[in-house]
């Protein structure tokens, strides 16, 4: 991915969260950055079920980075409370339902990369 390619990755993703009822307020650079990493995280999941889809971890990373570099967020925290979730998830509901959440959201995260790199 080129460096031209990232920062209109990063443009897409502010006004793809624009569009989103849940922060059509006023979508902060840590929400943004949360949900980047959320989409990281539940991706590297389905890529190792072979799960196929259009746009890789690599992606989500990538566009995490971006974030992180504008606005100072530690991009790895946010990765690791992604991952803390979605484990709390699977203690609660089971390992087998969460994991199926988790690859539905991998297949969200796909649609909404889609949307960002159009």
Known sequence: MTPKSLISLACGIALLAFSQPVLAKDPSP???????????YVVSIAEGSEVNLNYGSADWLGLVRIIEQRTGLDGEKAIQTAKAKYNKR?????????????????????????????
């Open 90 to 118: 699977a203690r609660v509901m089971g390992a087998d339902e969460a994991r199926n959440h988790m690859l539905k959201r991998a297949r969200d995260c796909d649609r909404e990369m889609a949307v960002i790199q159009s």
């Open 30 to 40: 840590k929400k943004l950055l949360e949900m980047s990493a959320g989409c990281a």
